[in-house]
């Protein structure tokens, strides 16, 4: 369990076993780069300190400085960037299947009640559970929104666990509802920004919510409070636009809080004057397609949004969206435009790609460091085997439409974070799942107790 480790020692188990590792070279490869590059073909990448090096037919490590390396046979894969998920609620993870079932159960006041009982135990469980299970569909980066910060226990039990799992990513910090009951710890927030180290793979940002009553002037007082310290501290916002999409989103664009850096989240019916005002903003947009069709939030039309430069495709969390399946998530995004346009040819498999990978970056503002493969960024990538029995049939043409229609999080052989082998041959690096299963289950039942148990 991780919740009794403390800040110092969370920064230590981020950097553990990162130092004197050999570089990597991964070999022969269908590289799919995600840049104006293109697609390479019998092609090497190699990764050393984090970082990609080189990309290359027949490189030779040694002319880049390189004596020691392990090397990754990637004939038969494609090799293309980690995917980017823009927006989830890992702390959710342990709920999967207790919403939506045949008594008629909602996902927020199921997930209301058991997050208010949830231990800090709890979350570090969750979190790490579910980020594990990003990074084994081949996810590389998440921008969680904990809404559920309890205590401030319960932050550092979430940020341990990102770090421990390996991710790269942010966790949003954030209160419990869109009241003033429960406000939040701005001053924990700063001292644990401040704790962070530049550059470190799991940063920080601000989980914010807009007030239910908007004509309420002491809520946006502590609105008003949170938006300024992220500022601030220079963290990213993320912001959900639903419920009232249209009445939420205009107060964004009339109290002036769009900017660079903050992400607003499930804008599935913004009109196209609020998009525009979001894009002239440098804002960006996160959609989630399995959630938002989930929960009834309006179809994930993305036709709708190409005007948006900076946008990307998010889970949503592992147990809304059923799975922590990017693969899943295109395909639905792709049925859906393909449906509403009633024609066949409406999406480029490509896009969907670009979306969950240098598009998602782009959402972040992350697009300098990962999404793509260049000599120069970090080295987060993720190798697709394609000998599956339902890959099958494939002649070699351009494995886009593979892979967003017919590729599986199983299919993800390979996944490195940061220069660090993470899953290797299918199965994930140093982690007991059986151990894992098990804490996992067990948690989910005391969770429910909980709940369940009169005051």
Known sequence: MLVGVSLATSATLACAGEVDRPALLIESA???????????????????????????????????????????????HVVLPGFVDTHSHLWTTTMRGRFGGTDGTRFFPVSTALGAVMTAG?????MRLGALELIDGGITTTADFFDNVLTPAHAEAGLTALDASGIRGRLHYGGRDRSTRYPIDLDHLGRLAEARAPGSRVGLGLAWRLPRDRDDPANWA????????????????????????????????????????????????????????????????????????RVGYGLTRLAAFSGVDRQGLGIDGNALAGSA????????????????????????????LELATVGGARALRME?????????????????????????????????????WSARPSDVATVIVDGI???????????????????????????????????
């Open 222 to 293: 502590v609105r008003q409070r949170e938006y300024d310290a992220a500022r601030r501290l220079g963290l990213p916002v993320q912001v959900h636009v639903s419920g009232e999409p249209g009445p939420m989103f205009d107060a964004l664009i009339e109290r002036d809080y769009l900017a660079p850096g903050v992400e607003v989240v499930h804008a599935t019916d913004a009109t196209p004057r609020q998009l525009a005002a979001l894009d002239a903003a440098g804002a960006s947009l996160s959609l989630t397609p399995i959630s938002e069709h």
């Open 122 to 126: 709890d979350i570090g469980i969750a």
């Open 421 to 455: 082998v993470r899953k290797r041959d299918g199965v994930l690096v140093d982690v007991d799942l059986p151990a894992l299963v098990r804490e996992a289950n067990a948690s989910a039942a005391a969770i429910r107790s909980r709940a369940q148990a009169p005051d």
């Open 368 to 404: 300098d460091a990962i999404g793509s493969l260049a000599p120069g960024l970090r080295a987060d990538v993720q190798l697709v085997r394609l000998d599956a029995l339902h890959l099958a049939g494939h002649a070699g043409e351009d494995p886009a439409s593979l892979l967003v």
């Open 30 to 76: 269908h590289v799919m780069t995600m840049t104006s590059e293109g697609d390479l073909a019998d092609t090497d990448v190699l990764l050393r300190d984090g970082h990609i090096v080189a990309i290359g037919r027949d490189l030779d490590p040694a002319t880049h400085g390189v004596s020691r390396v392990e090397r990754i046979d990637a004939r038969g």
């Open 325 to 352: 399946d990017m693969f899943a998530t295109m395909r639905l995004a792709a049925l859906t435009w393909t449906g509403d346009a009633r024609e066949e040819t409406a999406v480029q498999p490509r896009r969907l």
